[in-house]
């Protein structure tokens, strides 16, 4: 279907939708119910992220993985997410928020059989892939769901659902915790499935609401405008490069794809879109890398200086999650003291020491670096998409979701193998400079595998040869990635400089037009009223 017949469609659709709520009026009170039924939904998206980070480096170790294919299968949970959101953003209205929470949880429960049978790189990527579509799948239901429903504190609201995120973290990771590292990792993976029935349960027998877009009779059209050729072109690009480097696309198809799928769209809606919701877009992209790339390797980066005061690595995530669950639960008395875009700002700034801290410290005062930019990135997530529903709820679905899409793809795309990548280098390099100075052989005859990502090429350790060589040597090489999983938060530590100065702009950019302000859609029918 054409997307000049779909928006026909759904003009048509909007109108008989409207003119059923004369007759039978909705619910002007939310449904509580609802929201935590949403907040369950994405508690479980953030249940797998975290059994998957606590049982990445079993994986290595198993399947004999290097870095970066870690980071790639870390990745591939995040980026698919864009394709499920940006895919029901444009159709969730006419296929309805409960036919997709159905695809999500078919998504999460065979990623959950998947995995547990899972033998090696591929098996693991797919059963990965799987669940990233279904976890897109939830934000493309929940954000426009609980912003309808709270059009005036959406920001506030937001955060709270988004507790659910760093909730998920802490409940999965002290089930793998707790289990033990002698448990196999299949029996924890299978975990997973607790939050997904529960959500099914709590969510399929709720009455959804009609998105505010449609409410106000605003059309299909003038929601894609929103978008425009410049926020098209963002997302668009980021995912047809993914996709480029899975099948080994030419940078040349890479750019023609692209330019061709935004040019069909620039012809059907003739604008560019609105400037700030593009910046928003751009800047959420360091965002993502920040948060979730971060995220995706914190345990372990930090498994070293963890293990010397004997603690497992992964109590690192839950604790950093901990805080942030209970920030964002009362993230509605911090909102009304700051604007959103000076939350934004000073979390940028927090979340850089944040890093700087984790990536020079060493026994217990790895905890309190962690506390600093576990503080830093509480709010990062919920509040920009806060401020999208805030200034372009015309936008509908489709622009809020789309600014979650691009920060999923990035942490994917960007985040999780950036970190994986800046590791593996240092190492290469590392090697061969101590070889250079000592007379050793160390480079060539453990780093003996050539590798390559979408950052550049490397010579990656091969596990299986290093587990045959002598004591100190071991201890040698490991020493070095000790040092490289630390310097790899001085890389990402450039992300939030970059998005405080986006955010200082944005509110000198407000200011400058009477100050930022919340815009509110009318009831189409309300209106006609009256």
């Excluded at 997302?235 to 799928?261: C, D, P, Y």
């Excluded at 490397?458 to 004591?471: F, S, T």
Aim: proline letters at 3%; glycine letters at 8%; charged letters at 15%.
């Amino acid at each position: 279907m054409s997307l000049k017949l779909w928006y026909q469609v759904d003009k048509k659709a909007t109108d008989m939708v409207v003119n059923s709520i004369t007759a039978n009026p909705p619910f002007d009170a939310p449904d509580k119910k609802l929201f935590w039924a949403c907040f369950v939904a994405l508690v479980t998206t953030s249940f797998g992220f975290i059994l998957r980070a606590l049982t990445l480096p079993q994986w290595g170790e198993e399947f004999n993985l290097t870095n970066t294919q870690i980071g790639e299968i870390a990745g591939v949970g995040l980026w698919p997410f864009a394709i499920s959101i940006v895919l029901f953003s444009l159709i969730i209205d006419r296929i309805g928020y409960k036919n997709s929470m159905v695809f999500a949880f078919a998504c999460h429960l065979a990623s959950a059989v998947l995995t547990f049978f899972a033998t090696g790189y591929w098996s693991l990527y797919i059963a990965t892939f799987i669940m990233a579509l279904g976890n897109g799948t939830v934000e493309a239901v929940t954000n426009p769901v609980v912003a309808t429903m709270f059009p005036r504190e959406k920001s506030r609201w937001l955060n709270m659902l988004h507790a659910g995120w760093p909730s998920g973290l802490v409940l999965g990771g002290l089930l793998a915790l707790m289990l033990g590292a002698e448990t196999s990792w299949k029996l924890k993976m299978i975990l997973i499935l607790l939050p997904t029935i529960l959500y099914a349960i709590l969510m399929f027998p709720r009455r959804f609401p009609l998105n505010e877009r449609v409410k106000a009779g605003v059309s299909y059209m003038e929601m894609l405008k929103e978008v425009g050729v410049g926020g098209a072109l963002i997302v668009t690009a980021l995912i047809v490069f993914q996709l480029g480097a899975i099948l080994e696309w030419s940078t040349t198809a890479n750019v023609a794809i692209t330019l061709a799928i935004v040019l069909v769209f620039g012809l059907l809606v003739r604008s560019i879109g609105q400037p700030i919701f593009i910046f928003l877009n751009l800047l959420m992209i360091p965002l993502a890398v920040t948060e979730l790339g971060t995220d995706s390797w914190i345990s372990d980066l930090m498994a070293p200086e963890m293990h010397h005061i004997g603690i497992q690595a992964g109590w690192i995530l839950v604790y950093t999650s901990a805080i942030m669950a209970v920030l964002r639960l009362f993230a509605g008395s911090i909102i009304h003291r700051i604007s959103p875009l000076g939350l934004l700002a000073v979390c940028s700034a927090v979340t850089c020491v944040g890093l700087l801290l984790l990536s020079v410290s060493s026994g217990v005062m790895v905890l309190a670096a962690a506390t600093v930019f576990a503080l830093g990135k509480t709010f990062f997530w919920p509040t920009i998409l806060g401020v999208v529903a805030e200034r372009f709820p015309k936008g509908g679905a489709l622009t809020l979701n789309i600014t979650g899409g691009v920060g999923m793809i990035a942490a994917g795309v960007i985040g999780a193998v950036i970190l994986g990548f800046a590791q593996d280098k240092t190492i290469d390099n590392k090697l061969s400079a101590y070889d250079t100075t000592n007379n050793t052989m160390l480079h060539s005859t453990y780093a003996t595998e050539e590798k390559s990502s979408i950052f550049g090429t490397y010579k990656a350790v091969d596990n299986a040869l290093l587990a045959e060589a002598a004591a100190e040597e071991q201890q040698l090489v490991q020493s070095i990635q000790d040092v490289a999983r630390k310097e790899a938060l001085q890389v990402v530590a450039i992300f939030p400089v970059i998005m405080f100065a986006g955010f200082i702009f944005l509110m000198l950019y407000y200011k400058s037009r009477g100050g930022y302000k919340v815009v509110v859609l009318q009831d189409k029918e309300a209106v006609a009223a009256k």
